[in-house]
């Protein structure tokens, strides 16, 4: 493009030239920053706040010196005392004027032996009043041309933070043209380097940047992305930037008045909800950042990504969406919870039943068996006494036709009654036993 010029860049002496080479850019890079500058005549008149600030300092000298010389040239304090009062103590009169001692001697009679007063000091006389008036003149005049204001003036007492924000921009008012024609220099270096930027970045890299709240972070310059391998993120080698200058209080003072402005407004609850994390994020006190990240949790008006494609209202829609979908999700893990143990309950009373079932079928299967058994042993039974019985019958009948046996077949009858009862008895307590089983 044609705004990438070239400027020939050479060291030179008075006879030749020991350097040259060409920079890129448009702008040679040197910057001056100027004081004031008017023009008078058609000619440019540079000059700063020394040059009439030079005056006054000047007269401050010249009082500072006669004030300096008449202090000098006095006489040193002199004792004035009775004659003979330093009488033995010559020696430490006479250096009093020289070494700090801690007490003088003196007799209180005088040469005659009268009482004498003790020795009084006579002070020197002090610098001309004269003199410290024309240097407080000279330094209210230095003040002025200064611009700075004489803190002597101020109002006595407590004094409000607008009053002492007034009278600081006072004195930046008088002395603004300086600052703003700093900022311009330093907006100019800004254009020169943005300017040699293309040349010099011009790979791909890791630079590192500091945002408007002092903090550092990392980004890749000239890199592709890793959906589009054609298109190459944060390209600093094509187009034309420029410089925004703009200059006012630090970031730190910056926080101070957004938390003296934000403070009356944490009362109402809902604002705090909204601007909490902020208020907690530009306090300056241990924990504060803690309590400004657990806030922004929960705010998805802090969840904003400010580096994003996606514009801001959209990003809260997502969050909002996000949070309403996350809420759904909880809801059904519930029902899902609710319908588990449903489900469960009802297992677990369809097993009691088929468990109920199954004990029911045994003891029907059981009973059968004990009644089958029952009536078997009945039909044994009844069958082994009708034989028991016959074959009693025909002993019986023998034992009649022949009356020599007829006591022992009355023997044989008691021995088959006592086995008869002995049958009945077992008889009867297998049927209990098979009644309890039952």
Not at 228 to 255: C, H, L, W
Request: aromatic share 6%; charged share 25%.
């Amino acid at each position: 493009p044609s705004y990438k010029r070239r400027v020939n860049w050479c060291k030179l002496t008075a006879m030749e030239v020991l350097e040259e080479r060409v920079l890129p850019g448009r702008w040679i890079p040197i910057v001056p920053t100027y004081g004031c500058m008017v023009t008078i005549d058609g000619k440019r008149k540079l000059y700063g706040m020394v040059r009439f600030g030079r005056d006054p300092q000047k007269m401050i000298n010249y009082w500072e010196t006669a004030a300096t010389e008449s202090v000098a040239l006095s006489p040193k304090a002199k004792w004035v005392m009775a004659e003979g009062q330093d009488e033995q103590h010559e020696n430490e009169w006479a250096r009093a004027n020289q070494s700090a001692t801690a007490y003088l001697t003196y007799k209180q009679t005088d040469i005659n032996g009268q009482p004498a007063p003790p020795p009084q000091r006579l002070q020197p006389e002090p610098p001309p009043a004269g003199i410290i008036e024309s240097l407080q003149i000279a330094t209210g005049n230095l003040r002025d041309v200064l611009g700075v204001v004489d803190p002597a003036q101020r109002i006595s007492g407590n004094v409000s933070g607008k009053a002492l924000i007034s009278e600081k921009q006072q004195s930046d008012t008088s002395s603004f043209h300086y600052y703003d024609n700093l900022t311009r220099s330093i907006a100019h270096t800004g254009r020169i380097i943005l300017d040699w930027i293309p040349y010099i970045y011009n790979r791909e890299r890791i630079v590192g940047i500091i945002g408007e709240d002092g903090r550092p972070d990392l980004i890749t310059i000239n890199g592709r992305k890793a959906d589009a391998v054609d298109e190459i993120e944060n390209d600093v080698t094509i187009g034309q930037y420029d410089v925004n200058m703009d200059t006012g209080p630090g970031f730190n003072s910056k926080r101070q008045e957004a938390v003296a402005a934000m403070t009356p407004m944490m009362e109402n609850e809902e604002l705090m909800k909204v601007i909490g994390d902020l208020y907690f994020r530009n306090s300056d006190f241990p924990g504060s950042e803690v309590i400004a990240d657990r806030l922004a949790s929960v705010n998805p008006l802090a969840q904003i990504d400010d580096k994003s494609d996606i514009p801001p209202q959209a990003q809260m829609a997502i969050k909002q969406l996000q949070q309403q979908l996350q809420a759904a999700q909880q809801q059904l893990q519930q029902a899902g919870m609710v319908v588990k143990y449903r489900q469960d309950v009802e297992a677990v009373r369809q097993a009691g039943e088929t468990h109920r079932a199954t004990i029911k079928a045994q003891g029907e299967a059981e009973d059968r068996r004990i009644t089958q058994a029952q009536k078997q042993h009945d039909t044994e039974t009844y069958a082994l006494t009708a034989q028991n019985v016959a074959e009693i019958n025909a002993i019986a009948r023998i034992l009649t036709s022949k009356g020599e046996q007829a006591h022992d077949l009355r023997r044989m009858i008691a021995e088959f009654d006592q086995e008869r009862e002995m049958a009945d008895r077992q008889l009867e307590a297998k049927s209990a036993q098979n009644e309890v089983v039952e």
